[in-house]
């Protein structure tokens, strides 16, 4: 079990490195296990994005809203922010951008994994969009392929294999379920509002407002199993 600092981000103690990021021990450990088993079968994995600590996500929140990031609807269109209420701009950030303090990053049990071999020594640029693991032609289409098959053997899930009216589909995105299921029932409504009102977050009124919604559309709407059959399966 974490603490709640290392629950929501605001420590690193619950943490190890590994290739240049941070996961929590368990979770490296069979990161490194699956790493391996996919070199096996001529797969590259790496990791794009591990540990996201608060003050990280708070900055990305805070400048979405302001419009100083781009700020999309879910089909992917940019919005102004200057024309949304309080309440459609929230909705806009959570659809791609975990609320400060709930980000499954924050556990060390959850990363976003590419194939980093079409981008060496190319001007292709990783966008974490999900057409370069669906499509075919995707330069992550063969590493997803194989971890909607083999990711589960290690003890990994996607959590956002599809949408499901809440975050955007994240094929790139995995859990470690060991550590990230007890992390999930740990987050409950009470430790969310606290440390919501002790951030300098902008649209806070309005986030504490709809806290008991955002924690049901955005925290806790995922897919619990490994990819497979919500993905290859509709």
């Known amino acids: 079990m974490l603490s709640s600092t290392e629950l929501t981000g605001a420590c690193e103690t619950h943490l190890t490195a590994v290739?240049?990021?941070?996961?929590?021990?368990?979770?490296?450990?069979?990161?490194?296990?699956?790493?391996?088993?996919?070199?096996?079968?001529?797969?590259?994995?790496?990791?794009?994005?591990g540990?996201?600590?608060?003050?990280?996500?708070?900055?990305?929140?805070?400048?979405?809203?302001?419009?100083?990031?781009?700020?999309?609807?879910?089909?992917g269109e940019l919005l102004d922010a200057?024309?949304?209420s309080d309440v459609e701009k929230m909705h806009a950030i959570l659809?791609?951008?975990?609320?400060?303090?709930?980000?499954?990053?924050?556990?060390?049990?959850?990363?976003?994994?590419y194939d980093p071999?079409?981008?060496?020594?190319?001007?292709?640029?990783?966008?974490?969009?999900?057409?370069?693991?669906?499509?075919?032609?995707g330069p992550?289409?063969?590493?997803?392929q194989w971890l909607t098959r083999h990711a589960h053997e290690s003890g990994f899930f996607f959590p956002y294999a599809r949408y499901q009216g809440g975050v955007a589909q994240e094929p790139w995105h995995l859990s470690f379920r060991a550590v990230s299921q007890p992390c999930h029932k740990q987050l409950n409504l009470e430790?969310?509002?606290?440390?919501?009102?002790?951030?300098?977050?902008?649209?806070?009124?309005?986030?504490?407002?709809?806290?008991a919604q955002i924690k049901n559309q955005y925290i806790d709407t995922i897919?619990?199993?490994?990819?497979?059959?919500?993905?290859?399966?509709?």
Request: with cysteine; proline share 4%.
């Open 223 to 234: 897919t619990e199993d490994d990819g497979w059959t919500t993905i290859w399966c509709g």
């Open 51 to 75: 540990f996201r600590s608060l003050d990280r996500q708070l900055s990305i929140w805070n400048r979405k809203w302001r419009g100083k990031l781009p700020l999309r609807s879910k089909e």
């Open 117 to 137: 071999r079409p981008f060496q020594d190319s001007e292709l640029k990783l966008q974490l969009v999900p057409g370069e693991y669906i499509d075919q032609s």
């Open 19 to 49: 290739d240049g990021h941070k996961l929590h021990p368990d979770a490296a450990e069979a990161y490194l296990a699956m790493q391996k088993a996919a070199a096996a079968e001529g797969i590259e994995l790496a990791i794009a994005s």
């Open 82 to 84: 200057s024309n949304l």
């Open 140 to 144: 992550c289409h063969e590493l997803w």
């Open 191 to 211: 430790l969310l509002a606290e440390t919501v009102d002790s951030l300098a977050i902008e649209g806070k009124p309005i986030i504490l407002d709809n806290l």
């Open 95 to 113: 659809h791609w951008s975990a609320l400060p303090g709930s980000s499954r990053h924050h556990w060390g049990s959850d990363f976003d994994i």
